[in-house]
């Protein structure tokens, strides 16, 4: 039986990218969204159409009723869960000096963040630990590293969501869970669109070993590496996608 695969937030852009990836490398993919059904069914058809396999299913994944009602119903269906891609945008993030960023802000984006991690993540451990085996990916970011440029709650949340998975890779190893976080750099894709213009998405590219842009399906390629069981033995680790800037440019207001 192919691998049954959750991948949250997967209705379009990274999301998106990592389900067709992982439909050709054979796992079954749930395509979560929280809205967007019509995104999501695009992205099962483009699975299909290539030869795999998925199914579309929506919850909010910082609601542990709707991550319970998700889980059960992927393991009814499928009977067992092996991999989950802990991917969603539950808030999008607000670039603003902590001067000008209000609290409620501020906290939005940390919970959101943190809730859309820790409900799914918290389901998903049950069967895998049943199952004495299964894989746990999270899409972080560089944001993390950097200080400045308004990154205050965005690094801030990634922090907390890289601290987050190194904990879950040290309390799950021993039931045979790997653990992995993927943490791009800055990528073109529909939530970047109206950041990422002119000289900004200029500066990203020259300063590139790609000579271009991340893109999405760079980031999706790296993913799907992560889920394979030859890398096991790298739980708690991370692996940067951020086409070089990190040695190209590095520094930590870069």
Same mark, same amino acid.
């Given at each position: 039986m192919s691998p049954t695969t959750i991948v949250t937030g997967a209705g379009r852009g990274v999301g998106a990218a990592v389900a067709r990836a992982l439909g050709a490398r054979g796992h079954h993919v749930i395509v979560n969204y929280? *809205?967007?059904?019509?995104?999501? $069914?695009? !992205? !099962?058809?483009?699975?299909?159409? /290539?030869?795999?396999?998925?199914?579309?299913?929506?919850?909010?994944?910082?609601?542990?009723?709707?991550? $319970?009602r998700l889980i059960a119903g992927v393991l009814a269906e499928r009977g067992r869960l092996d991999t989950l891609v802990v991917n969603a945008n539950t808030v999008p993030p607000p670039f603003a000096a902590l001067a000008d960023l209000p609290w409620e802000t501020f906290a939005a984006k940390v919970d959101g963040e943190l809730a859309g991690a820790f409900h799914v993540t918290r389901r998903a451990l049950e069967p895998m630990r049943e199952q004495r085996r299964g894989r746990i990916v999270y899409l972080g970011s560089t944001a993390a590293d950097y200080v400045g440029g308004g990154r205050l709650a965005h690094g801030t949340a990634k922090s907390a969501l890289a601290t987050f998975a190194?904990? &879950?890779?040290?309390? +799950?190893?021993? $039931?045979?869970? +790997?653990?992995?976080? &993927?943490?791009?750099?800055?990528?073109?894709?529909?939530?970047? %669109?109206?950041?990422?213009?002119? #000289?900004?998405?200029?500066?990203?590219?020259? #300063? +590139?070993?790609?000579?271009?842009?991340?893109?999405?399906?760079?980031?999706?390629? &790296? &993913?799907?590496?992560?889920?394979?069981?030859?890398?096991?033995? /790298? %739980?708690? +680790? *991370?692996?940067? !996608?951020?086409?070089?800037?990190s040695v190209l440019v590095g520094g930590p207001t870069s």
């Open positions: 929280r *809205t967007g059904a019509a995104d999501a $069914d695009a !992205v !099962v058809r483009e699975v299909r159409a /290539a030869g795999g396999s998925a199914t579309a299913a929506g919850a909010d994944v910082t609601d542990p009723g709707e991550v $319970d190194r904990h &879950v890779a040290a309390e +799950s190893a021993r $039931d045979g869970i +790997s653990v992995l976080t &993927v943490t791009p750099g800055a990528v073109r894709s529909p939530a970047t %669109t109206a950041l990422l213009t002119g #000289e900004r998405a200029d500066a990203l590219a020259r #300063e +590139s070993v790609l000579r271009r842009m991340v893109e999405p399906d760079d980031v999706a390629a &790296v &993913v799907a590496l992560a889920t394979d069981p030859a890398l096991a033995a /790298a %739980t708690g +680790s *991370t692996l940067r !996608v951020d086409g070089g800037w």
